[in-house]
């Protein structure tokens, strides 16, 4: 179903970002080229995005009384991650429009509340069951076996808030660790590959993708993202039209990721959402004709979407806190390499598992791509990375 469309919000408006990480970063870049003005809504004084906003308001999510303020400085608001303060988020919406929906965020933000739309509107998950207590953990594992994923509910990303088990008695070690009464237990998906279909949709209904994603990640964390995913064309066009179907039922407007497994027998499952751009969806803004973040400003401010023809095949890896660990990286030799593109996102501390920046290279061969940002990170790493 599409929502009745709404009057263009032109160059010149104002934009509100509740999140001020890298993506609000990259966000506000597209949002400047285009005229239009960003302010950005977070606890954080030193951040990514605020570095690069026109104005910044620090306060805990918790004040809505600021957070109405905020609104009232704006046109329309939107979030660059999915653990935002849903409540936030309303009191926002009281004031001016929020998009995506505050219903949205509530649902992708709680993977229990998540895994059981997509389940109840039949789209194709892993086998799982709520976890509130030991008897409830007892039964899963009885009725789903091992091994298996034991997730918190709220606040997870990047590995954070999971567990994999391999006995019952993991499973209740597990528990006891996660400290909290609402969880989810999952079967464990021996996958082939980890794909993400990255997309946007306008309040008409109209949908603009990248195609499927190949993804790679390394304690948990994405580590790269490869575009086109080396995979059949069948399963690409699969994976993307179980995107469209979500976009559609959650009556999406702006950009959402997808995250899947390709299981080794050739199926399709979804595992996670993020409503809104994606880190595999960075290599967009080489790659393709109109990026994830200019694309998710022209759904939420009700313009035409844009192409999202790809002008190549391209690679992204993530720069992690540890390629400071020898002391600053040479990125002078990065810039020597002509065909590279760095991206940093102004990050003062670097610290283990935390994303500082990204390579992004365009080729017309994707093995090519592939090497050359494994090749440019080894040297900025001083070791020799083996390629996926």
């Known amino acids: 179903m599409a929502r009745t469309p709404f009057p263009p919000l032109l160059p010149g408006s104002t934009i509100g970002m509740l999140g001020s990480g890298q993506l609000g970063r990259m966000f506000a870049f597209a949002a400047h080229r285009l ?43 939107t979030y660059e991650f999915e653990n935002v303060s849903a409540e936030a988020l309303a009191a926002a919406g009281e004031v001016v429009p929020v998009r995506p929906s505050v219903n949205i965020l509530r649902t992708t933000q709680h993977r229990l509340l998540e895994k059981s739309f997509l389940a109840d509107k039949g789209f194709p998950v892993a086998p799982f069951l709520a976890i509130r207590n030991e008897a409830d953990l007892k039964r899963a594992v009885a009725e789903l076996g091992t091994p298996a994923v034991l997730k918190s509910a709220r606040s997870g990303y990047d590995g954070k808030g999971q567990w994999r088990v391999e006995s019952a008695v ?38 603009a993708d990248w ?37 559609q039922q959650l009556d999406l407007v702006g950009t959402m990721c997808v995250e899947l497994f390709l299981t080794r027998d050739g199926k399709l499952l979804v595992n996670e959402l993020a409503p809104r751009p994606h880190n595999s969806g960075h290599l967009t803004i080489e790659a393709s004709v109109t990026s994830q973040y200019e694309q998710q400003l022209r759904a939420i401010c009700g313009l035409p979407l844009g192409s999202t023809r790809m002008l190549g095949a391209a690679a992204m890896v993530n720069l992690m806190g540890e390629l400071w660990s020898e002391g600053e990286p040479d990125w002078a030799g990065v810039c020597a390499r002509p065909e590279l593109k760095l991206h940093l996102y102004g990050k003062k501390e670097a610290r283990p598992g935390r994303k500082m920046g990204h390579l992004a290279a365009v080729d017309s061969d994707i093995e090519s791509a592939i090497k050359m940002v494994m090749d440019a990170r080894s040297a900025l790493a001083r070791v020799t990375e083996p390629r996926p």
């Open 211 to 247: 195609g499927a994603i190949e993804n790679v990640h390394t304690n948990h964390i994405l580590d790269i993202s490869i575009s086109p995913a080396r995979v059949p064309s069948e399963a690409a066009a699969a994976a993307v039209e179980l995107a469209k179907q979500i976009a």
């Open 35 to 77: 005229g239009y003005h960003v302010h950005t809504f977070s606890p954080d004084a030193d951040s990514p995005m605020g570095q690069v906003s026109d104005a910044r308001y620090i306060h805990p999510y918790s004040d809505l009384d600021a957070v109405r303020k905020f609104a009232r400085t704006v046109d329309v608001i």
């Open 170 to 207: 993991e499973a209740h070690a597990a528990f006891h660790e996660a400290k909290t009464d609402e969880l989810i237990y999952e079967t464990f998906v021996d996958f082939a590959m980890e794909l993400s279909v990255v997309l946007c949709r306008d309040s008409h209904g109209n949908c």
